[in-house]
């Protein structure tokens, strides 16, 4: 079974950093491309930064590029989010999700699943 557990959220004021973390269970890294997604209160599931299961390719939102970088650790079969010079729009409960398609893949919720519970990002002074 496919699961995924989020960790590292919190208060933060703008300006500051934050890493977020998704440990991988039940599947390795390196079959299944891993994303980071938010969702803030009335607003759809959006795609932050996606990371191949090769881990060659990374893909990036551009409201975020430039200042979050995805990586993993397959030896701690986890994929991190390390989050720099954040700004209140960025607050958000940040998911984890593990690509659908067989091959490739969209850095859109649509098409990753097994999603986490999810992990709360608050920006503010």
């Known amino acids: 079974q496919l699961q995924l557990v989020e960790s590292g959220g919190g208060l933060v004021q703008p300006g500051g950093s934050l890493r977020l973390s998704c440990a991988a269970s039940?599947?390795?890294?390196?079959?299944?491309?891993i994303g980071w997604f938010r969702q803030a209160p009335g607003k759809e599931r959006e795609g932050v930064s996606c990371?191949?299961?090769?881990?060659?390719?990374?893909r990036y939102a551009d409201s975020v590029k430039g200042r979050f970088t995805i990586s993993r650790d397959t030896a701690k079969n986890t994929v991190y989010q390390q989050m720099n010079s954040l700004k209140p729009e960025d607050t958000a409960i940040y998911y984890c999700?593990?690509?659908?398609?067989?091959?490739?893949?969209?850095?859109?919720?649509?098409?990753?699943?097994?999603w986490g519970q999810g992990t709360q990002v608050t920006v503010s002074s």
């Open positions: 999700g593990v690509g659908l398609l067989s091959s490739g893949y969209v850095c859109h919720y649509k098409y990753f699943g097994s």
């Open positions: 039940g599947f390795t890294l390196d079959s299944y491309a």
């Open positions: 990371i191949s299961s090769s881990g060659g390719t990374t």
